[in-house]
């Protein structure tokens, strides 16, 4: 047993190679070689192990750290139960998608649908993500439906689309459809938020403490302070280390309920500053 599983990738990627099948929880039960042999699915080739790719150092372990560019590499900790994984280079698509539990960081960034369908665990990006983080796949009513996604840089569109629970936090900016068709759940957002946020949603809550503009079918509801995001933010403080902005640790916000074409449940949290 060794305190990690180390994998270092050879050479630079030039094709896609689909790792949604590599079980990297079950790896604390596996040797080197045995890890080494785990076959991944490489476009226009077929299944190829992973000892093709990377030197592997290390096994039966829960702590598994990837080193060199990812981005060629689709479905990375798809249905992570348990594990933990350190990405140190950007990442591919649909990292972390269906994720039970355990903690997922990518030290880079990372390609379309992180967290797709995230059911548990963190998923910690410290770069920018592409579309539909923490979303639902194309087509599927279903995005989310627990854990949390962290996003230090920036998101994409669709950012928590068709989210049924948990929290996507953005440290930058996000872009258009925010929190579109969700039905609960929260999108956090210190920067500034994109066009139609929260479209098609039925509940959930979109928080900005940057710049937003709802949509004309959410209606104005009162400015107040509501207590449950001084929780969030002090939460995302102390237990993701992502503190917003000291001017926006408080201050009151602006509520509209919406979206009134759906269900009108849900609500857009706009932060004012004191006055």
Not at 40 to 69: K, M, T
Not at 201 to 217: D, E, F, H, Q, Y
Request: hydrophobic share 45%; proline share 4%; with cysteine.
């Amino acid at each position: 047993m060794s305190d990690e599983v180390v994998l270092t990738l050879k050479r630079a990627l030039d094709r896609r190679v689909d790792a949604s099948a590599l079980a990297l929880d079950l790896w604390a039960e596996l040797d080197e070689s045995a890890i080494a042999r785990q076959g991944v699915r490489v476009a226009a080739v077929g299944l190829v192990p992973l000892g093709e790719f990377f030197e592997v150092r290390g096994g039966r372990s829960h702590r598994i750290r990837f080193a060199g560019d990812l981005t060629q590499i689709e479905g990375l900790g798809t249905g992570l139960d348990g594990a933990e994984v350190v990405i140190e280079g950007a990442a591919g698509r649909a990292t972390g998608a269906r994720m039970r539990s355990g903690r997922i960081e990518v030290h880079g960034d990372a390609g379309w649908g992180a967290g797709l369908e995230l059911a548990g665990g963190v998923l910690d990006v410290r770069g920018n993500v592409g579309p539909r983080a923490g979303g639902a796949p194309l087509g599927a009513k279903r995005g989310m439906t627990g854990g949390v996604v962290i996003v230090r840089g920036s998101a994409g569109p669709e950012a928590g689309a068709a989210m049924r629970r948990g929290l996507v936090a953005v440290a930058g900016d996000v872009g258009e459809s925010a929190g579109r068709a969700v039905i609960a759940g929260t999108v956090v957002v210190f920067g500034a938020v994109g066009p139609n946020p929260g479209r098609w949603s039925r509940r959930g809550s979109i928080v900005a403490l940057g710049n937003i503009t709802p949509p004309a079918t959410y209606a104005y509801a009162c400015t107040y302070r509501p207590e449950y995001v001084a929780f969030l933010l002090k939460h995302l403080a102390e237990r993701h280390r992502m503190a917003p902005p000291r001017e926006h640790s408080s201050g009151l916000y602006r509520r509209y309920s919406g979206d009134l074409a759906e269900l009108g449940a849900g609500e857009i949290l706009a932060w004012t500053p004191n006055r």
